[in-house]
């Protein structure tokens, strides 16, 4: 009985940090700014076939419309209220993406902007996407409703009413974040209401929340409301399976705030690892692919257990948020795949994969000034995600995850779930290559010539399909085949010109024997 007791307990304090994804599957994907019946049908047809655990929705809560010919993707991030009614769908529409999505077992993650409402300059004639009156210059949301009495204007004290200093916690957490109107989250009313909003998402079956600008709030403050959040709904999830917590904190070291802080409440956004891989890669500062061997803690990341991890964001994509140039992106495809692909092979953290779409890149001193430019759409509606014939995206899409590399990437990181970090080897410089336990192995040659070296995968004896270069289809691979010895030594090479520098190798990449009748 007491043992009983105490597993429950443990279960209680773990509950926030498990993002709850169907045994096999361990990443998610952020499907930045995509339409909910386009979410839907690509959990069916796309994600759950391929291994794919989960998706990052972007907010689905009432936001203003910024009327230019775009629509910037930042008014997703400006509320008016707590309907779920945005140009990704109606309550209609989000209902059955989330049934769809969970019945094939992908779990829908909501991006939940809980610290503020919108700019104190949006003009109150500014129309909503669910067109909801609202004005911000009297503190007057009705629909949710808010009043002049739920905001931090009269505790902040910045000489603007802004965040003016980030190495003072106090304006942090109680002054406006360029200008977005600041919850007074110290009153239960405030929480109250947050918690009504979450709770009637978790009641149509979502899994977790990612937590929009955490920085800015009181970790207790934070606590409070979502102590009041209910249990996940049963349809999908076992009784008692609280929702997965994950909260964006920037923290790059030489501030006032912590991650740290934050650890009580759920996991936390690990924006070290997308900057510092981001890096080692661009081999800047003297750094070098073979310093990756105590990659996570030792480079003093937070706790694996607390991480959730990213190559890059939909903010630091566009030189927002943290890591400035150094981030990786789709705009440097051969990096970027070895990046994620180094992110999904190595066991740190729980990882969440980047889709993004094309935006007109124009810069000005460095700058890009498109940095603004809202999802491919015609006339303010959102553009169909549409499909090619080698399944890669049309209409501006990039569709990250459906690149073959990080595709099969992600099914690599299932297949060596729970094996330990093995067999590293270096070359002292940008050639490395490590195992996870006897499920799989992976090399990468980042220098600036070939790479010829027979290394100990510790898989079994037989033969095997890169996953990078190809698939194995009908037993048969499409890319390159990599032997592996009785004593688990494997021959590769790698050419620095190679479109793809890296090879990935796995226990179900493995060619079966046919044997003669």
Known sequence: MRLLLLLSVLGVCWAQYNPHTVPGRTSIVHLFEWRWDDIALECERYLAPNGFGGVQISPPNENVVINNPSRPWWERYQPVSYKICTRSGNEDEFRDMVTRCNNVGVRIYVDAVVNHMCGNGVSSGTSSTCGSYFNPGLRDFPDVPYSAWDFNDGKCKSYSGDVENYNDIYQVRDCRLVGLLDLALEKDYVRSKIAEYMNHLIDIGVAGFRIDASKHMWPGDMKAFLDKLKNLNTSWFPEGARPF???????LGGEAIKSSDYFGNGRVTE??????????????????????????????????????????????????GAGGSSILTFWDPRLYKMGVGFMLAHPYGFTRVMSSFRWPRYFVNGKDINDWVGPPNENGVIKRVTVNPDTTCGNDWVCEHRWRQIRNMVIFRNVVDGQPFTNWWDNGNNQVAF???NRGFIVFNNDDWELSVTLQTGLPAGTYCDVISGDKIDNQCTGIKIYVSGDGRAYFNIKNTAEDPFIAIHMDSKLHIKLDK
């Open 435 to 437: 195992g996870r336990g």
């Open 271 to 320: 924006f070290k690892y997308g900057a510092k891989l981001g890096t080692v890669l661009r081999k800047w500062s003297g750094e070098k692919m073979a310093y990756l061997k105590n990659w996570g803690e030792g480079w003093a990341f937070m706790p694996s257990n607390r991480a959730l991890v990213f190559v890059d964001n939909h903010d630091n994509q566009r030189g927002h």
């Open 245 to 251: 917590i994950y909260q964006e904190v920037i923290d």
